[in-house]
């Protein structure tokens, strides 16, 4: 598999922001934790997507939950440092906001959660930080404060020192562009 860059563009054109992603190789833990990349950016041998089962179908996180199961089978990647895909952004509804996106990705936990034993106690514990993290601002979305707290609260226990969850945990007093664009400054100084 190889992907490449790409710009995520509003309605008019004006870029908002880049993908960061640039992993190589073998990427099984890293796909474990975070998306290596969305599906308009990847060209995948036919091949590997056969021997993984194909897309399942669940409500969202399709690309991430076939490209684990592609990785835990051993194939790797390579990455094409040029920015050839634009994801045009638009208002309204979309296929990873709204409630559904809640059993998408729970589903996908689960699939994680079939891999654990590749993985060090440390390691499990991110998987379960990162997904805490996303269930957090996907409640937040909805404006349901009280499950965001609880999986915010999960998060904490299990990465207490990790600095995302206090930039996360923003959203709760200013809008999740604001805490997207803190999060884009941070990584960019890294």
Known sequence: ?????????????????YS?????GDVFKYQMVRNVSITSTLMIKKEAIEKAGWFHDIPCCQEGDLLLRIFAL??????????????????????????????????????????????????????????????????????????????????VKTQPFDLLNYIEVLSFVIPMSSVISIKSALHKLK
């Open 74 to 155: 051993g194939y790797g990647v390579d990455f094409v440092d040029e920015f050839l895909t634009n994801v045009y952004l638009h208002p309204g509804e979309h296929i990873t906001t709204g409630p559904k996106v809640i059993q998408g990705r729970l589903s996908f936990f689960e699939t994680k959660k079939k891999y654990f034993d590749r993985l060090t106690p440390s390691e499990q514990k991110k998987v379960e930080h990162a997904h805490s993290l996303s269930m957090f601002r996907e409640y937040i979305l909805l404006k349901d404060k009280k499950t965001a707290w609880n999986y915010f609260e999960k998060a």
């Open 1 to 17: 598999m190889v992907y490449c860059r790409n710009r995520y563009l509003d309605v008019e054109g004006n870029v908002l922001r």
């Open 20 to 24: 960061v992603g640039n992993v190589r």
